[in-house]
């Protein structure tokens, strides 16, 4: 399996502008996670599917934010518009797992937006 | 709510050493740990999974423990290597799907 895909690998935008980040997850698991990482804030957990459903965006910093997961191999995190406080790494990372129990995460190489 | 803390933030080493690193958590409630490693620029690797109910996992010259009741877990690195430098963190699952992760050990193992 290639593991979790994600792209592109970098965007560079103007602040306004709509950002489309993209994540294939490894094929047969069932959980699927968007997270954000910044220097001052860490690894934050945005958003999580199971069975393509949303659980929880409780993450999500704003309505801005908005995350979809048409089918079980594609999920898409969208901004917009865009700010120069989003600019961060943003990691898709995909399990098998249940609401009491979750094997290992696998992360994709992450997302570098960087947000003019 | 569950907090994870890892220490020291950042250890360098000469190559050849055995070092520890340390995960604590503040609720004993989990389920399983992972210890995961991320060199700059990419995603994380997970590289053990302890579940609540055993108390170590080795793989290679890596050994993680766990001990629940006192929240604190371990990662032992056997004859560190240079290309053992990288950041280190560890994350505990505490059911309904979420994970939370540390701030990360960044580790250089000097050659």
């Known amino acids: 399996d290639a593991g979790v895909i994600q792209s592109p690998r970098h965007e560079v935008t103007e602040m306004g502008q709509e950002v489309t980040l993209r994540c294939k997850p490894i094929?047969?698991?069932?959980?699927l996670f968007w997270y954000r990482q910044t220097m001052m804030r860490g690894l934050e957990l945005l958003i999580y599917?199971?069975?393509?459903?949303?659980?929880?965006d409780s993450g999500m910093p704003e309505d801005r934010f908005s995350a979809k997961m048409p089918n079980a191999s594609f999920s898409t995190l969208k901004i917009q518009p865009s700010e120069p406080r989003d600019s961060a790494v943003y990691f898709c990372?995909?399990?098998?797992?249940?609401?009491?129990?979750?094997?290992?995460?696998?992360f994709g190489s992450g997302t570098q937006l960087s947000v003019l | 709510k569950q907090e994870v803390t890892q220490i020291p933030a950042a250890l360098s080493v000469p190559e050849g050493e055995n070092l520890v690193l340390n995960c604590s958590f503040t609720?004993?409630?989990?389920?399983?740990l992972q210890w995961f490693r991320q060199d700059p620029g990419k995603g994380l690797t997970s590289l053990l999974l302890?579940?609540?109910?055993?108390r170590e996992q080795t793989s290679g010259r890596l050994n993680a423990s766990l001990d629940k009741s006192s929240g604190r877990s371990t990662l032992y690195i056997a004859a560190s290597q240079p290309g053992d430098s990288a950041t280190y963190l560890c994350?505990?699952?505490?059911?309904?799907?979420?994970?939370?992760f540390g701030a990360g050990t960044r580790l250089f193992v000097k050659a």
């Open positions: 994350a505990v699952y505490t059911g309904g799907f979420k994970t939370i």
């Open positions: 094929s047969g698991h069932n959980s």
């Open positions: 609720d004993s409630a989990i389920y399983n």
């Open positions: 302890i579940q609540s109910s055993q």
């Open positions: 599917f199971n069975n393509n459903v949303p659980i929880d």
């Open positions: 990372a995909s399990s098998l797992g249940g609401v009491d129990s979750q094997e290992k995460l696998f």
